[in-house]
């Protein structure tokens, strides 16, 4: 199958930084999605990746190795709205979007 | 710019009934997909369709079916329903086929199966 593995819960500090992970099957891989989901509301658009490297964004970057099937979102200067959940989403040449189940992430103060 | 709709927002079922939800695309998104949305289970890609065609199916029973307008707007069709259909039911529009183009997820409709 294509399963996309990310931690289930992380924690962090207000202000501070924060790396979440996302491993995938790299045979067939076309682009990598992570998106943001708050509590009972839907989820939005962060990212799209689909070069190697490092893509920023304001306060959150998404970055992409191709060959090593990895990926990470990075949350830098923590807010507490930013806690939510991360979706990660693989697109393949299959034509499929295999979503994560996510990472719930808890910021404190 | 509207954002996605989805019609009901609630629904309360009894086991081996069916239902239909619907939902409203993006003015001028051509590409709608949906998602069941469970605690255990994550997102779960159920089917895309554009310009009225289903490009793409997930792993879901025969009993869930859809399908697209000639405006873009879709319906999901679930029969004879099993109390492991209650979920949180997203739709989602892009410009193009969703491997390549960012979505935009309606609110959500919250079917409880009882």
């Known amino acids: 199958g294509q399963n996309i593995d990310q931690p289930t819960e992380m924690t962090a500090t207000e202000g501070a930084i924060v790396q979440i992970n996302c491993t995938y099957q790299?045979?067939?891989?076309?682009?990598l999605f992570w998106y943001q989901q708050h509590a009972g509301e839907a989820p939005t658009f962060l990212s799209y990746?689909?070069?190697?490297g490092l893509e920023e964004k304001g306060r959150f970057s998404s970055f992409l190795s191709r060959s090593k099937g990895y990926s990470y979102l990075l949350l830098k200067e923590l807010q507490m709205k930013d806690s939510a959940s991360y979706l990660c989403?693989?697109?393949?040449?299959?034509?499929?979007?295999?979503f994560g189940t996510g990472t719930r992430l808890q910021v404190f103060p | 710019k509207a954002g996605v709709t989805q019609t009901p927002r609630y629904l309360i079922k009894t086991r081996g009934q069916q239902v239909t939800l619907s939902c409203s695309p993006i003015?001028?998104?051509?590409?709608v997909s949906w998602y069941q949305q469970t605690p255990g289970q994550g997102l779960q890609f159920l089917f895309e369709?554009?310009?009225?065609?289903?490009?793409n199916k997930g792993n879901f029973p025969g009993r869930f079916s859809g399908r697209q307008f000639s405006n873009s707007r879709s319906e999901m069709n679930v029969s004879t329903l099993e109390l492991g259909d209650s979920a949180l039911y997203l739709c989602?529009?892009?410009?193009?086929?969703?491997?390549?183009?960012?979505?935009?997820f309606g609110p959500g409709t919250r079917l409880t199966v009882l």
């Open positions: 989602a529009s892009s410009y193009g086929q969703i491997s390549y183009n960012e979505q935009f």
């Open positions: 790299t045979s067939g891989f076309n682009g």
């Open positions: 990746n689909v070069l190697d």
């Open positions: 989403a693989v697109s393949y040449n299959t034509d499929k979007l295999i």
């Open positions: 003015s001028g998104h051509r590409s």
């Open positions: 369709y554009f310009s009225e065609t289903q490009r």
